[in-house]
Nanobody, 125 residues
Framework: QVQLVESGGGLVQAGGSLRLACVAS????????MGWFRQAPGKEREFVAS????????SYADSVKGRFTISRGNAKNTVYLQMNSLKPEDTAVYSC??????????????????WGQGTQVTVSA
């Protein structure tokens, strides 16, 4: 089992920045592919960004490319999502997810085995 805990959400004005963190604990938690997803009220969960267990491969949703950056900490069991130039449409609950390395896209939520509780990000106009 892997436990995931997110932090760093909050309220920010449009154009501002936030950095989310996700700490994984449990068996081999540093050897997992990790992803960030978000869900706004009344909308389906959507992919935001993913990173391979070694950090060599990253992927981003078109809506956040050039504004968000996903990275792993030195301890490898922590994943960050740096969010710059935030827009009101970025408002959502952001959740991190983990899976053992798999030869498939990291954009599909059903490929992930473990999920955190989520952290609220609210961007005011």
């Amino acid at each position: 089992q892997v436990q995931l805990v997110e932090s760093g959400g909050g309220l920010v004005q449009a154009g501002g920045s936030l950095r989310l963190a996700c700490v994984a604990s449990g068996h081999s938690s540093s050897n997992y592919d990790m992803g960030w997803f978000r869900q706004a009220p009344g909308k389906e969960r959507e992919f935001v960004a993913s990173i391979s267990w070694g950090g060599g491969r990253t992927s981003y949703a078109d809506s956040v490319k050039g504004r968000f950056t996903i990275s792993r900490g030195n301890a490898k069991n922590t994943v960050y999502l740096q969010m710059n130039s935030l827009k009101p449409e970025d408002t959502a609950v952001y959740s991190c997810a983990a899976r053992p390395p798999r030869p498939m896209s990291g954009t599909d939520p059903w490929t992930y085995d473990f999920w955190g509780q989520g952290t609220q990000v609210t961007v005011s106009a």
